[in-house]
């Protein structure tokens, strides 16, 4: 229902295709205060309702801008039969001219239990193409899924029909698939959390590999060094040692032989030595 559709305009709409009701109960929204967009609507009996609900639903609505159609439902509290088992089907490749009226008029000259049909809608109140049949004998609902299949006669093509899935399976499929897409979810998060810590242990094994490696390279080179130092220290220490057995009154002796030498073949060749040379020579 639009805003500015109120008590009176929804009584002359019905009155408009012929209809008589008793009360009509606007519904407000309870948190922002103004229309719902629906309402309920008493009949002066049972029958005078489901008639109205087969041959109104899907009408165009009367004084309705932008024009809309009747959409009608039964409501939770009202006086349909409860308690008796019903069974639905689904019919489909309905064409745009099949009302409720219609659909329930066709199912209804062939199984005599057929109690209503529904023609879904969309918002701007055109049919869907499909619809639904409720059947008060099993017997006859079996009867219809065998017979009905491509009949000829409600609108202008063939129908398909096939068995209708209770609103209650129908919400217990629901859950399971949203629980089914939850549990996936919770393992995807769980999968991505692993990863994440496994990154980061690996960052930190790496930066501390990397943090360690230049004591390790200090510690070799403090070796190196140690070692370096420690073989000079034992080829020089020989050397120490054998200047340390040395004889040197022996060393002396050489000295003064060479220069003895030295004196005597200069003094046969007729040379003088100078000083600077035997210095030089002693040196």
């Not at 109960?25 to 922002?32: A, D, F, G, P, S």
């Not at 009367?62 to 039964?74: E, V």
């Not at 409860?82 to 064409?95: C, M, Q």
């Not at 499909?130 to 609108?155: K, S």
Request: aromatic share 10%.
């Amino acid at each position: 229902l639009e805003t500015y559709m109120d008590e009176a305009f929804i009584r002359n709409a019905f009155a408009s295709v012929g209809r008589t009701v008793i009360s009509i109960k606007l519904i407000k929204n309870r948190t922002l205060g103004g229309p719902a967009g629906y309402c309920f609507v008493d009949f002066p009996d049972p029958q005078s309702a489901e008639d109205c609900l087969n041959q109104v639903n899907g009408l165009p609505l009367p004084g309705s801008n932008p024009p809309k159609r009747f959409k009608l439902n039964w409501a939770t509290h009202g006086a349909r039969d409860a308690g008796t088992p019903e069974y639905s089907i689904f019919v489909g490749d309905l064409t745009p001219d099949v009302t409720d009226s219609v659909l329930r008029s066709f199912f209804m000259e062939r199984f005599p239990s057929c109690k209503g049909a529904k023609v879904v809608i969309d918002q701007t109140g055109n049919s869907r193409g499909y619809g639904f049949v409720r059947f008060g004998d099993e017997n006859e609902h079996t009867r219809a899924l065998n017979e009905m299949q491509g009949a000829t006669g409600c609108g202008g093509r063939p129908i398909r029909v096939s068995l209708a899935t209770p609103k209650k399976s129908m919400n217990q499929l629901q859950q399971h698939q949203q629980q089914h897409q939850q549990q996936y979810y919770d393992q995807f998060a769980q999968y991505q959390m692993q990863q994440a810590y496994m990154a980061a242990w690996q960052y930190q094994v790496q930066q501390a590999q990397y943090m360690q490696y230049p004591y390790q390279a200090n510690a070799d080179n403090s070796q190196q060094q140690q070692v370096q130092q420690s073989s000079t220290n034992e080829t020089a220490e020989p050397q120490d040692k054998a200047l340390e057995d040395d004889d040197v009154d022996l060393l002396n002796s050489k000295y003064v032989n060479q220069q003895q030498s030295l004196l005597l073949k200069s003094l046969k060749s007729r040379w003088l030595v100078s000083d600077e040379l035997l210095n030089a020579n002693g040196n």
